[in-house]
């Protein structure tokens, strides 16, 4: 596709305009500042009238201050839990206004710290007090990150629109972004091991902690109540105004997140191969440094699409990215030997998924993954197991379990369900290759493996039930040479059974060991082997003997070579589906381990994705 370069008046419009945003990013984000501030103004009120309740109450007892550690009576009691009740249902009610889209529940955030300050108000008045203060700010973080998680779903969303009318794109090519569940799985999103949420609620803990030491200090200092209360009274403006920071700059980092991932989103969802970094008003170093970078030799900020640095880059980072059009070069398409057109690629993904898998290449599995990744963004999907058999069930049929008849006696019933689990959202023809007159054992042990015989826990042979006499053993050692029996033991893992199915699949399918194969001779290309022992630095206990060409997969493991089988699919499978903290890449000297998800390797991805499609 050609098209005219906008000329030189059209970039400075665009320049021009993108500062106005910024501009306007900067006053909104003051604006809600305004807004946390207040929660946070009320929680002050509400916290000193308590303490002067308090004070007041104890000033008028016999013992004074003494009596701090006498317990609650119980309309006080009576109070506090109507208080937090109120406040439950408040937590309920911001849920149910989530509408179609799915967030982290954070009426349970609510509901635990609930529990924890109802049991400890009771010990007496100092921690009745404590529960107090924790109750009006749970208030306060919950009505913040009510408003958070609202301004952050309306950052994408109207960035997307933004960017559609910057692309000269109708909104409706981009529907697939402003879907519910993309959105709410971009708002939602980690970095660093934890969403904002979670950090919100990090903080609100941190800021009870040093309000609890500052009520306990201030019972034992022997001043006079009055001067007692009003040095509470500063001292709990102050911390709260400090932690009042910390939120005010997480929603400005998580907005300046979410915006650019609108904004990368619809630049890739046009197909265009460069984009323009703009630094904010007053940028720091680093970031005016990415501004005035050249190193693509593209023009000033310019780089290719996937090579720019992502943004935030620091915490109240609000630079931002636009698509830009470089002269002489193929701007839209990421492969000019490609066709670039829509339907191109439609029919060159359906052309694809027609033909056998015999006729297959790495790549053309690569192309298919790549293809349904881009559409559903299923690299921000992990561990969300039913959302993916859903995206696979649109191109086959996905889902089964294992029939009762097939399955050996004395099978394990929490490895049955584990596998029967793991079928039910793969392609339904990976569990009917048991219907060949297959059988499936189901075992416990301390190592997961599978293996397609009938062995015990060490691997050894076992004689099935269907042997009553000597003339049964030939019948039976044919069946076995024929690959009629499966065994797999797991140790319980959550992994363990999308994993072993995977080895499973790839020895009833030489097609999908074949391009298991073409991926490792790509990637280890060079690659000299290493001891697993080594790659861990001892703190596995691998023999020595164990050898893999690294490479730089997510798992050092899945370059392992054997004579039968591969560690590919399989790790692909667990990584995608059950994927925890993510697969363990190293292991430094120091003993700090280091984990690494699926979506770091968009080949290793996408190759899964198409096994998925056509394995």
């Known amino acids: 596709m050609k098209m005219a370069m906008p000329n030189s008046d059209y970039w400075k419009k665009r320049e021009d305009e993108e500062r106005k945003w910024q501009k306007k990013n900067i006053a909104s984000d003051e604006a809600f500042n305004r807004l946390i501030e207040r929660y946070y103004n009320q929680a002050i009120s509400q916290i000193n009238k308590e303490i002067d309740h308090q004070y007041q109450s104890l000033a008028k007892s016999v013992g004074g201050l003494r009596n701090a550690y006498s317990t609650v009576d119980m309309t006080d009691i009576a109070d506090y839990e109507a208080e937090a009740q109120k406040l439950v249902m408040q937590a309920a009610q911001m849920r149910a206004q989530g509408k179609k889209v799915t967030y982290g529940s954070f009426s349970d955030d609510v509901n635990r710290r609930m529990k924890v300050y109802n049991a400890t108000m009771r010990i007496n008045r100092l921690e009745y007090l404590k529960s107090q203060v924790g109750l009006h700010l749970t208030e306060a973080n919950m009505n913040i990150e009510n408003a958070t998680r609202l301004k952050l779903t309306d950052s994408y969303i109207n960035e997307v629109k933004r960017q559609s009318g910057i692309l000269g794109r109708n909104l409706k090519f981009n529907d697939a972004l402003i879907e519910d569940n993309n959105v709410a799985k971009i708002v939602m999103a980690q970095t660093a091991g934890a969403n904002w949420s979670q950090r919100l609620w990090l903080n609100q803990d941190a800021l009870k902690a040093q309000l609890d030491t500052i009520l306990s200090t201030g ?143 790495k790549d053309d599995i690569e192309y298919l993954g790549k293809a349904i990744n881009e559409k559903y963004h299923i690299d921000r999907m992990l561990g969300d197991k039913d959302g993916i058999a859903k995206i696979i069930a649109n191109y086959r049929q996905v889902g089964g379990t294992v029939e009762k008849s097939q399955w050996m006696p004395r099978s394990n019933v929490s490895v049955k369900k584990a596998l029967n689990e793991a079928f039910n959202h793969y392609p339904s023809d990976w569990v009917n290759y048991l219907n060949n007159g297959e059988f499936m054992y189901a075992g416990k042990n301390q190592r997961g493996f599978y293996t397609r015989h009938y062995v015990d826990a060490r691997g050894g042979f076992k004689a099935p039930s269907t042997i009553k006499t000597q003339a049964d053993i030939p019948k039976y050692l044919q069946d076995d040479k024929a690959g009629k029996y499966n065994t797999i033991f797991s140790s319980g893992r959550p992994t363990t059974a999308w994993h072993e199915l995977g080895h499973f699949v790839e020895t009833h399918n030489e097609d999908v060991e074949r391009i298991e194969r073409e991926f490792l001779k790509e990637r280890t290309k060079g690659e000299q082997t290493s001891r697993l022992y080594d790659i861990y630095n001892g703190f596995i206990n691998y023999r020595l003997s164990e050898i893999t060409k690294k490479d730089n997969f997510i798992n050092p493991y899945i370059g392992k070579e054997y004579p039968k089988g591969t560690e590919v699919l399989s790790i692909g499978l667990e990584s995608l589906f059950e994927p925890g903290k993510g697969q363990l890449k190293s292991i430094g000297k120091d003993g700090k381990n280091k984990y690494v998800k699926i979506n770091e390797d968009k080949e290793y991805l996408n190759l899964i994705l198409g096994l998925l499609l056509k394995g």
């Open 219 to 361: 019972l034992i200092t022997g001043q006079s109540n009055q001067a007692m209360a009003r040095q509470l009274h500063n001292q709990i403006k102050t911390t709260i105004k400090n932690h009042g920071y910390v939120a005010e700059r997480l929603v400005r980092t998580e907005t300046a997140r979410v915006q650019y991932q609108a904004q990368i989103d619809s630049i890739k969802a046009a197909d265009y191969r460069y984009v323009k970094w703009y630094a904010e008003p007053g940028a720091c170093r680093v970031c005016q440094r990415i501004n005035d970078n050249d190193e693509y030799d593209l023009g000033y900020g310019v780089f290719p699409v996937d090579e720019v640095p992502q943004i935030p880059i620091h915490p109240n980072c609000r630079c931002s990215i636009s698509a830009y059009w470089v002269e002489g070069k193929d701007n839209l398409g990421k492969n000019s030997s490609k066709k670039t057109s829509e339907s191109s690629d439609k029919d060159n993904f359906q052309k694809l998924m027609d033909t056998d898998i015999t006729k297959l290449k």
